[in-house]
């Protein structure tokens, strides 16, 4: 895992998980260093990864007071219950819908959850966090965040993007893409993620993005995404063309066992 400091207050637990097909997908997490200390999202749970490690590189595990959680997918929830462990006072920010999700694989005690609805804020000290809605996203528990004080939008799933290198999908600037294999990589993920979005009506989804657009975000942090801090108009337009892209059906069983056939030996 690469981790960095995208900006004064933030910084960035980059790691990535190869797709077969699709490239390599960015899986970020991030701590917004408030006066109350924000994990958002704890990363893959793979066997090889160590969350706590990577994210003692950029603050004491211990000091971590939340642990916004943007939805309960396995990709966002690896170290969560380390980090519980680590972080005593830590709670976990999660909507409801959130919360009974995570309590199907492991008991989340009630003292430690916080539940917060889009539109609802957070007070972590120094700042408030505000709960919104992506215009695109995969679980019902989806909460992005709107951090006022410095114009930053965590988007989770929404603007993600499968990269052509491990390279670039842990970049510390999506400017290291190539604009035109940006567009049809968010446009790919958009099908992928969010398979609903050829059904959308398009005015009605084209008005889910005025929140963001009002916002004017000076940053976008996607947790499948390299830091965006310029064009976000541009990845708005492409978002925007996502109900008319071609939709993604994954390969079947003869696919693959072509494929495992071009592995065996002649
Ligand atoms: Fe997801
Ligand atoms: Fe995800």
Not at 105 to 131: A, F, K
Not at 202 to 230: E, N
Request: charged share 15%; with cysteine.
């Amino acid at each position: 895992m690469h981790t960095y400091r995208a900006s004064q207050d933030l910084s960035v637990l980059a790691d990535h998980l190869e797709v077969p097909g699709l490239g390599f997908l960015p899986v970020n997490a991030f701590v917004v260093h408030a006066a109350q200390p924000v994990v958002v999202d704890t990363g893959l749970g793979l066997p090889d990864r160590d969350f706590i490690a990577a994210l003692a590189e950029v603050i004491d595990p211990a000091d971590v007071a939340w642990i916004w959680l943007t939805h309960p997918d396995r990709d966002h929830t690896g170290g969560l219950f380390a980090l519980l462990d680590a972080a005593p006072r830590a709670r976990v920010v999660t909507t409801f819908a959130g919360a009974g999700i995570m309590s199907a694989e492991h008991p989340l005690p009630m003292n430690r959850i916080y539940l917060l609805n889009p539109g609802q804020s957070l007070d972590v000290g120094d700042r408030r966090l505000t709960g919104f809605r992506p215009p695109l996203f995969d679980n019902p528990a989806t909460v992005g965040i709107l951090d006022t004080s410095t114009g930053t939008c965590l988007s989770s799933d929404c603007f993600g993007a499968p990269l052509p290198s491990a390279e670039l999908a842990t970049a510390e600037s999506v400017a290291a893409a190539d604009p035109g294999q940006l567009r049809a990589a968010q446009l790919l993920w958009a099908t992928v993620d969010s398979p609903w979005v050829h059904a959308v009506d398009p005015a009605k989804y084209a008005a889910s993005f005025a929140p963001l657009r009002d916002f004017g975000p000076s940053a976008i942090l996607s947790t499948h995404l390299p830091p965006l801090t310029t064009g976000s108009a541009t990845v708005f337009d492409t978002l925007l063309d996502a109900p008319k892209a071609s939709p993604f059906t994954g390969p079947d069983q003869a696919a693959l066992e072509a494929m495992l056939r071009e592995f065996q030996p002649a």
